[in-house]
């Protein structure tokens, strides 16, 4: 039972390639439980010594603000498990399926949700016979993605054939496992799902006309529409698929799917984000506000449901 005087740590920051990002989701959500009340203490995340530190805190509970890569992805609430100390969002199996690309995109696909075709390849196999695999295969532009990286990082867009084996390069820097795509070249939104139930739909119109880091973490560099200005048939659809893959990856807390349509206007999930951003300029509070749930209130939600044995 969580109570105002339960001792709650806020992880944040970490390894990662988001970790400033996640800096900033920390401090947001830590000044927002404080505000209602809550014993609530910020930690840096140090994956060397992260229980030595969570037991100095007498910590009961950890609201985890992590992004990317031993945060996101089942590693954390692996350690948490194994400490016995409850914490917000999706358990480890549920984190790790959702933050690698190529595995979610197996399992939804299985599921019957409608992913843009894609193919993984890995760079033990040769960027030159990764190339010629990708010429046979797709049509361009082609999308190329790291496996388990957030916020856009390391995603190429291969608008020519000629640019192909340079973007290749580039990408398997970041990591030896890509996701090849067909693109998409319809408007992005953005579903976010808490505790099983899709918020309001969001249309994202980035000025620059790619949602890309700049875009994504500057403020004014995108316009978001919330509730989205489309058909009600296509925003409950979009509703609908984000409640299966929440239901389908066994999600918990709130999780944001960013989807896309196609030249026919036909909607496809590009991932799924199982610790969205809780900054001043991240969508699921958008989401929220436009269904009557004020930040306060929406990172308690959270912090309500943690708990334990998520595996």
């Known amino acids: 039972m969580i109570t105002k005087n339960s001792k709650i740590v806020v992880l944040m920051g970490g390894p990662s390639t988001e970790a400033e990002i996640s800096k900033k989701t920390g401090k947001a959500v830590a000044d927002a439980l404080l505000s209602l009340g809550y014993n609530v203490t910020p930690c840096e995340y140090i994956p060397d010594h992260v229980v030595e530190d969570l037991k100095r805190l007498s910590s009961e509970v950890v609201f985890i603000a992590l992004h990317g890569k031993y945060g996101e992805d089942g590693t954390i609430q692996s350690v948490l498990e194994l400490a016995k100390i409850p914490y917000t969002g999706s358990g480890v199996t549920s984190s790790a399926i959702t933050m690698d690309k190529i595995v979610s995109s197996r399992i939804f696909k299985q599921a019957g949700l409608p992913m843009s075709k894609s193919q993984a390849y890995y760079l033990s196999e040769g960027i030159d016979a990764v190339e010629k695999e990708i010429l ?79 875009s994504k973490y500057t403020k004014g560099a995108t316009d978001y529409i919330v509730p989205a200005n489309i058909p009600a048939e296509l925003s409950g659809l979009m509703g609908s698929i984000a409640e299966k893959g929440y239901k389908v990856a066994e999600c918990a807390g709130v999780v944001r799917f960013d989807f896309k349509l ?50």
């Open 136 to 214: 046979n295969e797709f049509s361009f532009p082609v999308v190329l993605k790291p496996a388990c990286e957030g916020s856009t990082i390391g995603i190429e867009i291969v608008r020519e054939k000629e640019n192909l084996h340079e973007a290749l390069q580039r990408v398997f820097q970041v990591e030896p496992r890509i996701l090849a795509e067909s693109y998409l070249a319809g408007d992005e939104f953005t579903v976010s799902v808490l505790d099983g139930h899709a918020l309001p739909v969001i249309q994202i119109c980035p000025h620059s006309g790619q949602y890309d880091f700049h």
């Open 262 to 311: 196609d030249s026919e206007g036909r909607p496809f999930i590009l991932e799924a984000n199982s610790i969205p951003g809780m900054t001043a300029t991240s969508l699921v509070p958008k989401a929220a506000a436009a269904a009557g749930i004020d930040f306060p209130e929406l990172c308690e939600k959270i912090l309500l449901e943690a708990g334990l044995n998520k595996v």
